[in-house]
């Protein structure tokens, strides 16, 4: 898996956006960038997933620049209840099955 | 419920007791996955199994750990003589097929351990 940089917490308030970069600039060919978010007491939970481009669903949209060294995972209007732990992942699911979550960015969100 | 499950959801032992940990996943997935979560970090790969076989344990951290899934569907992680280091969540996950067809791991909720 391709080594991930995010950053360790944000705060934002009820109805913002929250814009959350991940960096992996030695991301191999046919790795995917896919997220996962981590309420408290709760096992990780699949977000999205993406290769190129944008990518949305009814969670978030995943940004992905044509050089895919980056990455943004973009929650819109976010709650009280989007306060989670997210990870970034990089990595050909394929053959990199052993997910490596790192230490996640804590988004804390106030009303 | 369609989810992963895993029982029980707390357990706390005495240093040195033996421990047994049970992951019932989303019915029909072929590949399950244990990790182990510290306090503050992301979950840790264990092992993986592709129904009944056992096929990647190199996460496993010691040989007091053990895990087995004999029918291809539920799935129980023992811990020997256990240690303080050992208390951790331990989380299962599951997903539909073998890796190579890239769709994701569904996670249970865990097991925290406590050893005391």
């Known amino acids: 898996l391709a080594k991930t940089t995010q950053p360790i917490s944000m705060d934002s308030y009820e109805g913002q956006e929250v814009n959350i970069t991940c960096s992996h600039n030695?991301?191999?060919?046919?790795?995917?960038i896919t997220w996962y978010q981590q309420f408290p007491s709760q096992g990780p939970r699949f977000i999205i997933q993406?290769?190129?481009t944008k990518v949305t669903n009814e969670v978030a949209s995943l940004f992905i620049p044509a050089d895919r060294k980056s990455s943004t995972l973009s929650l819109p209007r976010v709650s009280l209840s989007d306060t989670a732990v997210y990870y970034c992942l990089v990595g050909d699911l394929s053959n990199d099955y052993k997910l490596s979550f790192g230490a996640g960015t804590t988004v804390t969100v106030r009303a | 419920g369609a989810g992963v499950s895993q029982s029980p959801r707390y357990k706390v032992a005495k240093r040195g007791q033996d421990v047994a940990l049970r992951c019932d996943p989303i019915?029909?997935?072929?590949?399950l996955f244990w990790y182990q979560q510290a306090l503050g970090q992301g979950p840790e790969f264990l092992t993986y199994f592709q129904n009944e076989a056992q096929l990647d344990k190199s996460g496993l951290p010691s040989d007091r750990f053990f895990a087995e899934r004999p029918e291809g569907s539920v799935s129980t992680l023992k811990i020997q003589r256990t240690q303080q280091e050992d208390s951790a969540v331990y989380l299962c996950?599951?997903?539909?097929?073998?890796?190579?067809?890239?769709?994701?791991?569904?996670f249970g909720d865990g097991t925290r351990l406590s050893i005391l």
């Open positions: 019915s029909g997935h072929v590949s």
């Open positions: 996950a599951s997903s539909p097929s073998a890796p190579e067809r890239n769709q994701p791991q569904h």
């Open positions: 030695n991301i191999a060919t046919n790795d995917y």
């Open positions: 993406g290769y190129k």
